[in-house]
């Protein structure tokens, strides 16, 4: 079973990487089923039915929207976000929609879209059903899919538990575990970035895999850009004011004059992580980096090392990307980067933990001290939850992205000055991140229903703009 870093790290469109870019692959894909089974023409009505957090905070997340986009063909990589809203509204208002753009049916979204907040799926809270029916109200064709994180979607035929959707690719290191990660390195004389790169190999050159990474680099500086560039009132009904601009200006300001503040950096990094959460909160595009959730982590750590890191470079930047992956897929196969499944530990501490690694390796480290600053980033993230207020990527997450972009960077300093021997490994945090998060309370799992979302303002989930 392998995993690409072009699988974990995607181009897609805010709000959530599993109730937002998940679902529109899902319904795309079910469309896609039926053109291939040459029933598409017979299709006059499309039913889908979200269960569990997809339920719970669906609408805040804009999962409606997404599950009308993937209807109509879209892809996240490549919709065109300035158009969406008016898209949207359109469809609402004219009752119609076009399947992959080539059979238009009528389309009611108040019955042919349901969100059950207190029913769940066997196999994952971020369940969906899709049912299609003929002139004559004929059951054609339905499927179950389950969105798992990160954008990987899989359908209900896997019923072992693992998530991850199989991948028989051969690759030169195949590892399941941070210990055998490390074997390969230390055998070998390779960086985890060499690992990496190596085993990429199996899907594409590796000029072409750079120019990949270098492209999602990309896409994160624009994402930041923009998120600095905009400014007002966020969507979705809390009024929550974007704050990178005002905080751009003040510190360009301050920065033509000498500052005596020594902690002007994390400004700055505050910065790059408020402006890309701000960005997919409005549902920008970003990268996920694993989900969208904690989309700013890796982006504003990136942006550290490129400003403030003397002689760095775009190998760093590749490195740094390949580095990150390499911790990623570890959490994606022993444990979740699934908000809905493990609570935010999975998603912003796993991001928290890929960074702190990838900037321990690009800062020279050796991979036990990467291995280190990894663990000691998810060590500091145990039982994170996910307690999103009325069901927006707003509050607590814009903040938190930013707080966990300085402590990787502190995770990193700290594995530095060791010699990369600790007491935890990063399996055993790992399993223990798995562990927690099934003994979490299932209120604690992104269903609004518990934590700040209960104990600062009541908004009832309906009124919430989708």
């Not at 006059?44 to 269960?51: F, L, W």
């Not at 680099?217 to 600095?228: A, D, F, K, L």
């Not at 996910?386 to 997450?397: A, H, M, R, S």
């Not at 930013?402 to 021997?421: E, F, P």
Request: hydrophobic content about 40%; some cysteine.
């Amino acid at each position: 079973m392998a995993i690409s870093v072009l699988d974990l790290f995607r181009i897609g469109i805010g709000p959530s990487s599993s109730h937002t870019i998940g679902p529109m692959i899902a319904a795309r894909k079910f469309i896609l089923g039926i053109e291939k089974s040459n029933q598409l023409k017979k299709v006059t009505r499309i039913k889908s039915e979200m269960y569990g957090s997809l339920g719970a905070t669906g609408k805040a997340h804009g999962t409606p929207k997404a599950i009308i986009l993937g209807l109509e063909g879209e892809q996240p990589e490549k919709v065109d976000v300035t158009l969406i809203t008016k898209r949207i509204e359109k469809i609402y208002s004219e009752g119609v929609i076009n399947l992959l753009g080539k059979q238009t049916i009528d389309y009611n979204h108040e019955l042919d879209l349901k969100l059950y907040r207190r029913k769940s799926l066997p196999l994952h809270p971020n369940g969906m059903i899709f049912s299609a029916f003929d002139e004559n109200g004929k059951e054609l064709v339905q499927k179950t899919y389950y969105s798992v994180g990160g954008g990987f979607v899989v359908g209900d035929s896997n019923e072992s538990g693992n998530y991850i959707a199989e991948d028989e690719t051969a690759v030169t290191y195949p590892y399941d575990t941070a210990t055998e990660l490390l074997e390969y390195c230390e055998r070998k004389s390779l960086k985890i970035s060499d690992v990496m790169i190596t085993n990429e190999s199996a899907w594409r050159p590796e000029n072409k895999t750079r120019n990949e990474l270098l492209k999602l680099w990309s896409v994160m500086q624009e994402t930041v850009n923009s998120g600095i560039a905009n400014k007002g009132l966020l969507p979705g009904g809390l009024n929550v004011p974007r704050r990178a601009h005002k905080l751009h200006k003040q510190l360009t300001k301050k920065s033509n004059k000498k500052s005596d503040d020594p902690l002007t950096i994390l400004d700055w990094v505050t910065l790059y992580a408020l402006a890309t959460n701000e960005e997919n909160a409005a549902g920008g595009r970003v990268v996920t980096a694993p989900t969208n959730g904690a989309a700013g982590i890796i982006p504003a750590v990136l942006h550290y090392y490129m400003r403030f890191v003397p002689k760095a470079d775009d190998d760093g930047i590749v490195r740094f990307l390949l580095t990150a992956a390499a911790i990623g897929i570890l959490y994606k196969k022993n444990a979740s980067i699934s908000g809905a499944e493990v609570g935010c530990q999975g998603e912003v501490g796993s991001a928290c933990s890929m960074a702190a690694g990838a900037l321990a390796e690009v800062l020279g480290g050796t991979p036990t001290q990467v291995e280190n600053a990894a663990e000691i980033a998810m060590e500091h993230n145990l039982g994170l939850t996910c307690d999103p207020i009325g069901g927006l990527v707003q509050i607590p997450c814009i903040e938190r992205n930013a707080m966990a972009s300085v402590k990787a960077i502190h995770a990193a300093r700290m594995a530095l000055k060791g010699d990369g021997t600790h007491f935890v490994s990063l399996d055993r945090v790992i399993r223990t991140m798995r562990k927690t998060g099934e003994d979490m309370h299932l209120r604690y799992k992104e269903t609004s229903r518990g934590g700040l979302a209960t104990h600062v303002l009541d908004i009832p989930v309906s009124i919430i703009e989708c």
